[in-house]
């Protein structure tokens, strides 16, 4: 891209995200890529709609490059955001975009962010499969209730804690964080042999 005196035109990404502002993360990329200027902007989570989102926000769009966002997009991508040609989804998927103009009538580059999640949802996975297994929740109550041995109801099941070695997980869907899923869990000793990737 070219400005009218023949130089190169800055990039101008905006990051739409709901999260506070990354400082340490946009400094970087500051300093990484000159070429670039970088705004941010914090926008609502769930509660705030998205034609609510982009008439707030429908004048920034205006000398606008990249769009990385989650769901806040403008409402009328050739007249408000004129420049963009690029969008970085911060999801793995793009249902949320996919009935909007920027998918329907446009030419603008999408990209998601498929495959990065892989490692924090089995983690989560393998976290929530150790609590139940483990009494934890039941257990924890209890030691903040100062509740043990003779104390504790007869009624209670944190007696039938369960180890996970040897035991078999079932992974529904094998992409990205369905094959970390197993990987964690064959590291774990829960699975006896999993698909090797290709």
């Excluded at 739409?16 to 990484?32: C, H, M, N, Q, Y």
């Excluded at 909007?100 to 603008?108: A, C, G, K, Q, W």
């Amino acid at each position: 891209m070219h400005n009218m005196g023949g130089g190169p035109q800055k990039e101008n990404v905006l990051l739409l995200l709901p999260i506070d502002e990354p400082k340490d993360g946009l400094a970087k990329l500051r300093s990484t890529y000159p070429d670039y200027n970088f705004t941010f902007k914090r926008v609502g989570f769930g509660g705030q709609k998205e034609k609510e989102a982009s008439d707030l926000l429908a004048s920034i769009y205006k000398d606008v490059t990249i769009l990385v966002t989650l769901f806040t997009f403008p409402s009328e991508p050739k007249a408000d955001a004129p420049l963009l040609d690029f969008v970085q989804l911060f999801s793995a998927g793009s249902n949320q975009l996919q009935k909007h103009p920027l998918y329907t009538d446009s030419d603008v580059t999408i990209a998601t962010s498929s495959g990065i999640h892989g490692p924090q949802i089995a983690e989560w996975v393998i976290m929530t499969a150790l609590v139940q297994a483990h009494k934890y929740k039941q257990l924890y109550d209890l030691q903040r209730q100062k509740k043990w041995g003779h104390k504790i109801s007869e009624n209670s099941t944190y007696r039938t804690v369960r180890d996970l070695v040897g035991q078999r997980i079932g992974v529904l869907g094998y992409g990205s964080i369905g094959r970390q899923v197993a990987r964690v869990g064959k590291a774990m000793g829960e699975l006896s042999n999993i698909p090797q990737d290709e």
